[in-house]
């Protein structure tokens, strides 16, 4: 089904860049068209469809060579063979030919080879360490299981990253096979972006050094030894680099790098990336699977979509084997310290991205108060020759600066307009500083400035420990589960938000970064500590181990009524490694999905015991939040169910295993729609109790409306596309307008999907002759991201993969999607648009 056009996701997934007229689509996980194919010049129909990488899932028992033998005739080259971590190959060939392959019998499914968007850049930070990684590995508990001598010693952990600088001395200080990062290769090259038509082909080497800055942040949370310690300090390093310096990457170079970790005998591997919405099915996740299955340990960030509601977690952290990693908030996080005399102590700030960097002993004017500064303000206050201090808020950081250099400030101060800290871009080639600061900070110094006292920021070159408002709760960008087809996730949960830790020598050593990419490898090096401790345990056992052991996060909207977070957005909660060391018994699986419907639900767990005493266990319950309403924005609930066990006590035998049966009977008082779930704790009359967690859909998962929007499904007409971006403009059809697909304008249909759905299917029907043309069907879509956002499906591609189907005369597009875990044989699990005529004239 070619014509879809979506534009570039984030470093998990999400589309960026405005929103509005301009349309936003997503990767998707299955075949059907070029994901960013150039668009045709108006005056022409594209009828050559370039050439593309696509990955082919193979039927079990199918390799290479059979599918050469069946597909021969057909104009394709095989990449890679992917028979050890995926049974299948990654081709080049135009979408045509791919959909060809698609057809055969041998062929499970054809996907797109999604992007996946690297980080920015790490910026220069000139300032000295700070063992403030210990605030993390403390609360993990990390910290006193090297006190034990647990430390990871002997255990190989591989970064799927943008690489590793190994000559870090933090990270061992060199590459090699006597070094800490010991294995790994560059797959792609300094240039590489697969997002960049000039630079798309990969260009690998050996050397996997670090010029993004991303991976070596990864690996110090991991196991720097040095100004900085991690989770597991003695691990030795696999550092597989899948990232240029700046942009993207794609699924082919992350399984070529999950292929690698597994040949060098990497125990642990950490994927802090993603592809967000995306389903478990999707081939990454699929790979990151068999690795588990080869006695790989693989752990993945969840993802930083928080804010775009439920369902929005990533690949390959989906995926069933696969360690999923939430995140929480550290208690504090590092920032530049700045001293304000007028206040007698050091303040945090964050310099906003492309203004000068404030050089220590420097100082600033007096700072004057500016307002919101706004373009229709009035100017609170004369900033000619002063330092303009701004509160953030209803216009952009750009705009804020532009008024008050303007107006002559020599520095721009900026304070939060909510709780904590925050960082800033938007602002190109600034000729004086901007800072940001936090509210409580700005708030102080806005009392002396409006008193007429003037305070200053003299800038210390040091830095300072800055309170974040949701220390040790649910960061607000990780990412909800459940997956789309409602399996349990995330699993665990890990501080994320606000770390401190090792980047390149050359951008300044060290660095405070937040995400689900920096809790992830708080889970790997945990996962490294438990190996190092038990060799034997098979990657079930450490995610159970890890799971089991967690402590449960409060729910961070309002802590203070004491509820817990939603399972499905911290799995069974931060984990603890000493309980996890100390673990005598195990409850399986530690998530469960308890599907949907309004009735009871009953699963059972297993209690296996690994002591040597008699212990009596206790089955207990907590409930955690349910999220209800909209998926993007939804409401919250504590409606508690009601849980019964049976048995609800029983006494374990050394060896001994047990089962336990669990029925959930949610409350009366949950609305339909409703994502909600809790905590199952089997309790011992002495030692550490262990926790499972589980997540249900209250109603007809079914019913969830896909097409219906106030403002899409509709015709548009295509006017131009961003090359930066890809991102296309649309307006609206002129009521008469009549279209040409050789001399334009370009018509398309823009798609909102309100969820997941399993399958979408496009159509046309000549309104004069009847006559239907059908495209192939794309599978497994995420969902449009954010309330509008959709996709774009363009005529003009639609007619290079049918020549000479359209024919001048009135036409209708139709549009079917298939729920999600919909029966595509049952009618009613579809939904359908038709659109108003069009006229194509040739």
Known sequence: MPGLRRNSPDRHGRPTGPRGTRTTAFAAAAIALPLFAASAPAAQANTEEPPQVWLVELAPGVGASVLEAAAHGLDYEIRHDFERVWNGVSVETDPATARRLERLDLVEEVWSDVLFMGPARVGDRPEEAQPE???????????????????????????????????????????????????????????????????????????????????????????????????????????????????????????????????????????SLGQSFQWPGYPTAEAAGRLTEEGVTVVASMG???????????????????????????????????????????????????????????????????????????????????????VRGTCTFKEKYARAVAEGATSVVIYNDRSGPFGGTGIEDGPVPALALTDADGADLHDLATIGKAPVLEFTGETVLVDLPRGGLASSFTAYGPAPDLSFKPDVTA???????????????????????????????AAALLLDDDPKLTPRDVRTRLANSAKPV?????????????????????????????????????????????GPRTFELQLTSRDSEIRSYELTHRSTIATTGDTRDPGFTAAEPKVTFEPKHLNLYPGQKATVTVTVEPSADLPLGSVFGGRITARPDSGESLTAAYSGYQGDYLAIPVL???????????????????????????????????????????????????????????????????????????????????????????????????????????VKVLKALGDQANPAHWEQWESPAFTLTD
């Open 495 to 525: 501080p994320g938000g606000g770390i401190w830790s090792t980047v390149p020598v050359a951008d300044g050593s060290y660095e405070s970064l937040s995400g689900t990419s920096m809790s992830s490898p708080h889970v790997a090096g």
């Open 708 to 814: 219906e929007h106030p403002e899409f499904p509709r015709l548009a007409v295509i006017v131009g596309q961003d090359p930066e971006t890809h991102e296309f403009d649309y307006r609206d059809i002129k009521e008469g307008e009549t279209f040409s697909l050789t001399e334009g304008p370009d018509l398309a249909a823009l798609v909102y999907l309100g969820h997941q759905v399993s399958a979408m299917e496009v159509s046309a029907e000549n309104a004069d002759t009847g006559e239907i043309i059908e495209w192939e069907p794309e599978q497994y879509l995420q969902r449009s991201p954010g309330p509008d956002d959709a996709m774009g499906i363009h005529l003009e591609d639609l007619a290079a993969a049918r020549p000479s189907a359209l024919e001048p005369g009135q036409w209708t597009f139709h």
């Open 554 to 598: 409060a729910w961070g909207e309002n802590p203070d009524l004491g509820e817990l977070e939603a399972a499905h957005r911290q799995g069974t909660g931060v984990i603890d490694v000493i309980d996890a060391l100390d673990a005598e018994a195990c409850l399986y699986p530690t998530g469960v999905n308890t599907g949907d419907g309004t």
């Open 304 to 390: 930083n979509d928080g804010e775009t509601g439920i369902y929005s977690g990533s690949a390959p952290a989906v995926g069933s084997d696969v360690i999923a990693v939430a995140s929480t908030d550290n208690p504090q996080q590092r920032m530049d310290a700045a001293f304000v005399p007028a206040l007698d102590r050091r303040i945090g700030y964050r310099s906003i991205n492309d203004t000068p960097e404030p050089e220590p002993g420097a100082a600033t004017d007096p700072l004057v108060w500016f307002g919101r500064a706004c373009p229709d303000d009035a100017s609170e206050g004369d900033v000619a020759g002063k330092a303009a201090l701004i």
């Open 133 to 271: 990684l210990a605030q993390a590995i403390q609360t993990t508990r990390a910290a006193d299981a090297h006190d034990r001598g647990v430390t990871g010693e002997g255990v190989k952990v591989g970064i799927i990253d943008t690489g590793i600088d190994y000559t870090h001395p933090d990270l061992g200080g060199c590459f090699g096979p006597d070094c800490r990062v010991a294995y790994g290769t560059d797959f792609v090259g300094d240039e590489f972006d697969s997002d960049d038509p000039e630079h798309t082909e990969p260009v690998p080497d050996e050397d996997p050094a670090d010029c993004g800055g991303h991976g070596t942040h990864v690996a110090g949370i991991v196991g720097a030894d040095g100004n900085v310690t991690g989770v597991a300090p003695d691990v030795e390093f696999g550092a597989y680099k899948v990232f240029g310096c700046d942009g993207s990457t794609s699924s082919e170079v992350i399984m070529q790098a999950l292929e690698a970790a597994l040949d060098d005998g990497m125990d642990v591997v950490n994927l």
